[in-house]
């Protein structure tokens, strides 16, 4: 049976993949999906260009499926920009497909081109790992935790994107997690949340270790107000660096 490539190969392989997904980030994602069990399946919401599918496509054991779900229709793109961007999107799937080709990775992957809430018919059956980094506005943001984390079967993992980082997600997972009784909140790096469908124990103290991450929201989203109404520009015209998209 062929052994998973170890992680810092991994991150090799993606370092000139476009995205915004941490070293630490990926390195949880390729942990989940070494602990996937055989026979078992992963889904992916939100694929952008691939550096996501290709760490989880490197790290799965060999029977594991990987079904990778992005539209690239040009809406949800990335930060700030929501609509509007079909020819960029094109590109993106282009960019896509000739990164897993590159890794190695394309035959572990079934893509499926097609935003998630339709997904969700084309596929039977539970998922054993999730990954969620779909579209970031509340709505579309809350049926992918709701929807697909049903999906989720017992002793798997939900792992979110942009928590407590991105208004709509964190919004959407204080609706469906804050108080919910099947996902424990396990912790974070940085921006990706990582759950457990095994039972959140305590709701008081499942929900206190959720709280606990606002401050670092509400820091978050200060800096992109600041951001949006020209702090980069003025920082940089004083010589400073202009600070990161926050993730």
């Known amino acids: ?93 282009a960019a896509f497909v000739a990164n897993l080709e590159r890794t190695g990775s394309a035959d572990r992957v079934t893509h499926l081109r097609m935003f998630s809430d339709r997904a969700l018919g084309e596929i039977d059956g539970g998922v054993d790992v999730l990954y969620v980094d779909g579209a970031h506005r509340y709505a579309p943001a ?16 939900m792992l979110i994107h942009d928590a407590y980082s991105s208004i709509g997600v964190t919004l959407a997972i204080v609706r469906e997690l804050l108080m919910g009784r099947r996902f424990r909140y396990v912790g974070r790096s940085r921006s990706l949340a990582i759950y457990r469908a095994d039972g959140a124990g305590p709701l008081a103290s499942n929900a206190a270790r959720q709280l606990a991450q606002l401050p670092w929201f509400g820091r978050n989203v200060a800096l992109k107000i600041l951001l949006t109404l020209g702090l980069g520009a003025l920082l940089e015209g004083l010589g400073r660096r202009r600070p990161e998209w926050p993730y």
């Open 1 to 93: 049976m062929t052994e998973p490539a170890a992680f810092e190969s991994v991150w090799t392989a993606v370092a000139d993949v476009d995205g915004w997904l941490t070293e630490g980030q990926a390195r949880e994602l390729y942990e989940a999906a070494m602990a996937c069990p055989g026979g078992g399946r992963i889904v992916e919401i939100g694929s952008f260009r691939g550096r996501s599918t290709i760490v989880l496509a490197k790290a799965a054991p060999p029977d594991v499926e990987l079904i990778a779900i992005d539209p690239h229709a040009g809406t949800d793109r990335g930060p700030q920009e929501i609509a509007g961007y079909e020819v960029e999107a094109n590109d993106d799937h």
């Open 142 to 157: 809350r049926a992918d935790i709701r929807d697909w984390g049903a999906r989720v079967a017992d002793g798997g993992t």
